[in-house]
């Protein structure tokens, strides 16, 4: 199963300011594990670019927290798409991650993927894809005009693992010997589990 633990400030009266004696309240659910979300990305993935763009607030950059009003709007735009997989620039025109998952350009070996210090979230397997393969890992700063110049293009998160993009919109991609790299290394760890 998959289990969801949310915190918050706790309950509080009205306005933004959180009382001084706040108690964190701590929300615990529990849900079946989302086999059919795994089969999804299974043979690969199509993508499109979302119209919803990310913020730039360098203050919540990289935070999972529940103020992702932008996600839902980009899920809902890409309700008109199923089966596709929506990926957001920030208002900057930086490429930050996809609605429900980050993602990393190949090049050659290395792997690049956008930095989280002005918005999107610091996915937990974006941080160990990036720790495990560090020397051969760049954060930074990615421009749409490098998305076509990619080898290989994948999405990461906990729920799916590692998930090759074959197409965003008219560019086309194949997995290749880093993405099977990354996917049997994923499967290794996940054994030892």
């Not at 309950?11 to 059919?36: I, K």
């Not at 993009?165 to 997995?175: A, K, L, Q, T």
Request: proline residues 5%.
């Amino acid at each position: 199963s998959l289990v969801k633990i949310v915190l918050t400030r706790g309950t509080g009266g009205s306005g933004y300011l959180p009382e001084t004696d706040a108690v964190m309240t701590r929300v615990v659910t529990a849900y079946p594990w989302p086999e059919e979300q795994v089969r999804r990305g299974r043979n690969g993935a199509t993508a499109r670019l979302c119209d919803t763009r990310l913020a730039v607030q360098p203050a919540l950059g990289g935070i999972n927290h529940l103020n992702r009003l932008e996600l839902v709007l980009a899920a809902r735009e890409m309700a008109a798409y199923p089966g596709d997989e929506g990926l957001l620039l920030d208002t900057n025109d930086h490429l930050i991650s996809a609605v429900d998952s980050n993602i990393f350009l190949i090049m050659g070996d290395q792997l690049l993927t956008p930095r989280m210090d002005h918005s999107g979230v610091r996915g937990i397997l974006r941080g160990r894809i990036a720790r495990a393969f560090k020397a051969r890992t760049e954060l930074r700063r990615i421009t749409l005009d490098m998305l076509p110049e990619a080898d290989e293009v994948i999405l990461c998160d906990v729920i799916r693992g590692i998930v090759p993009v074959i197409s965003v919109g008219d560019w086309r991609f194949s997995p290749g010997p880093v993405t099977a790299e990354l996917q049997a290394w994923l499967e290794e760890r996940r054994g030892r589990q």
